[in-house]
Nanobody, 121 residues
Framework: QVQLVESGGGLVQPGGSLRLSCAAS????????MGWYRQAPGKQRELVAS???????NYLDSVKGRFTIFRDNAKNTVYLQMNSLKPEDTAVYYC???????????????WGQGTQVTVSS
C-alpha cells in the first residue's frame, strides 16, 4: 500500500506564493507520473499540473507561467510552487501518483487527503 501525505496549504493574499509538497511512502517499488489536482466548491476536480518520471510537465492553461511542478525522485516527493496567486486559485489541492508496490504488480492511482489553499485579502 502507498500513502501520499501533503503539506503546505494555507491562507495567502492575492499575489502571494505557496509551495505544496506531497511525499509518497509505504511499500513502493516505483512511482510513475505525479500530479496535483484541485477542487473548488461547486466545481469538478481539475488537473492543475503533472510531471513524469523523466521530468516532462503539463499545466492547466490558467496556471501556466505562475505555477511550477517539480519532483525529487529519490524522495518520491512532488512539489507545486505557486506564485502570483489569485482568488480563483482557492480550492482543495490533491496530490495524485501512479505507483507500483512490487515489480510484478500493476500500477494503481493513489490520492492524498487534500490541503486547503485560500487566496484572499
Amino acid at each position: 500500500q502507498v500513502q501520499l501525505v501533503e503539506s503546505g496549504g494555507g491562507l495567502v493574499q492575492p499575489g502571494g506564493s505557496l509551495r505544496l509538497s506531497c511525499a509518497a511512502s509505504g511499500r513502493i517499488y516505483s512511482v510513475n507520473t505525479m500530479g496535483w489536482y484541485r477542487q473548488a466548491p461547486g466545481k469538478q476536480r481539475e488537473l492543475v499540473a503533472s510531471i513524469t518520471v523523466g521530468g516532462s510537465t503539463n499545466y492547466l492553461d490558467s496556471v501556466k507561467g505562475r505555477f511550477t511542478i517539480f519532483r525529487d525522485n529519490a524522495k518520491n516527493t512532488v512539489y507545486l510552487q505557486m506564485n502570483s496567486l489569485k482568488p480563483e486559485d482557492t480550492a482543495v489541492y490533491y496530490c495524485n501518483a501512479g505507483a507500483r508496490s512490487t515489480s510484478w504488480g500493476v500500477e494503481y492511482a493513489y490520492w492524498g487527503q487534500g490541503t486547503q489553499v485560500t487566496v484572499s485579502s
